[in-house]
Each structure stands twice: as C-alpha cells, then as structure tokens.
C-alpha cells in the first residue's frame, strides 16, 4: 500500500491559472513533511518543510499547507518557469529521518 | 548555501566494469548522506543511508555487494557500482543532511549511469 499519493500525476495550467495540488499521506510519527520539485535530468531542489498540521509556509508564488493526513501545494498566478515535477516526501515515520517519495505532480505552464 | 556536487554527471560504461560516483556537500558537512536511484517516470527510491565513519545502512532489495558505499569524511560519500549490467542503468541521486541544522536533504544534480 502507498504511503504517499499525489495527484493529479500532471497538471497543465495557462500562465496566471491559480491551482493546487495535493499529497495524502498514511505515515504516523511524521516528523515533517518535505517539498521538493525537480527539473527533468537534475536533483530535487528543496522547497518547504512542514512539520505540524495547521502549519503554512509560502515562497514566491508557491504556499503549503498541512493537516493530519494531506498536504497541498498552491500555486498562484504561476509562470512559465512553474513547470516542473513536484514532490512530495513525508518521513517514514516512527521517527525516522527517511524520506517517502511520493511519484510527483508534473506541472506545466503555458504562456 | 546547502550545495551537493556529483562527479560525474553522466557515464557510460561496458558490461562487467565498475563505475564510481562522488558526491560531495560543498558548504557545509553531512553527518548523514542518502543515495538515490530514480527510473525515467519514476520517484526517488532509496537505496541507502551512509553515515560518516561507519558501515552504510541498505534498504531491503539493494545489494551491498554491488552498491557499496564508502563515507569516508563529512563531506564526501561514494556510491561504486561493481560489476555493472545493462539493469543497472539509471539515474542515481545523493542527498546530504547539514549537521545540527535540521533534517532536511539537499540533493545533487545526478549522475545518469548508462551500462552497455
């Protein structure tokens, strides 16, 4: 059984088409909840961590928010240079600092 | 800050012959580093946790003898594929946790193996 589920798989968007997308986890013990999005040939680049439901953090045009049992990536007004695959990676749980990927939203903007 | 470099970036190899890959935390030192391997479509699956200065933990399925995982000091992990195959082929991903700083992972750009 998946830990982590993201959907929708792929997203396109016009440029300044607000939308979100979301990440439901099963993990207990989570010790925080990453954001990383990934251009196609590099490494993830880290963009959020979440550690308590309620808890919020924004940058740029991107938000995340957490509750108990999902996170969700909201995108405002994106550009062009949004698109990308977008991950998400609680920790597997019991405390461990292992990450649980989950197999990304890919997201493309279109001007 | 929180740079993680990876040497090479791609290599291509002949069937039966070993391939090392360096990563390195430029600015900072990792206690804790993660090796990745991603298939095209497909997310991060962990491969490993190597800890400075001692024995690399694997996850289950991943071979020890064939991916072996050298932490030699705070700021450089090597991943060698030993006797590689054409299934070895992929694009593999470290990950290096700064010290003291928290636990989140900054990955490298990716070091694409293509087995011959």
């Known amino acids: 059984e998946d830990q982590v589920t993201q959907s929708p798989e792929a997203l396109r968007l016009q440029e300044g088409e607000s939308s979100s997308l979301n990440c439901s986890y099963t993990?207990?013990?989570?010790?925080?909840l990453f954001w990383y999005r990934q251009d196609p040939g590099k490494g993830p680049e880290f963009l959020f961590t979440l550690y308590s439901a309620g808890e919020e953090k924004e940058k740029e045009r991107l938000k995340a928010t957490l509750t108990k049992k999902e996170s969700f990536l909201h995108i405002t007004a994106p550009k062009p240079e949004d698109s990308a695959t977008y991950l998400c990676a609680p920790t597997e749980g019991g405390g461990s600092e292992k990450l649980v990927f989950g197999k990304g939203t890919k997201l493309t903007v279109n001007p | 800050g929180a740079v993680v470099s990876q040497h090479p970036s791609w290599v291509i190899c002949k069937s039966g012959t070993s391939v090392k890959i360096e990563c390195r935390s430029l600015?900072?030192?990792?206690?804790?580093m993660f090796w990745y391997r991603q298939f095209p479509k497909q997310s991060l699956m962990l491969m490993a946790t190597s800890n400075e200065g001692s024995k690399a933990t694997y996850e289950q399925g991943v071979e020890k003898d064939k991916f072996l995982i050298n932490h030699a000091s705070l700021t450089l992990s090597t991943l060698t594929v030993t006797s590689a195959h054409p299934e070895d082929s992929s694009f593999y991903i470290c990950s290096a946790v700064p010290g003291g700083l928290g636990e989140t992972q900054y990955f490298g750009p990716g070091t694409r193996l293509l087995v011959l």
């Open positions: 600015d900072f030192q990792a206690t804790t």
């Open positions: 993990v207990s013990g989570l010790r925080g």
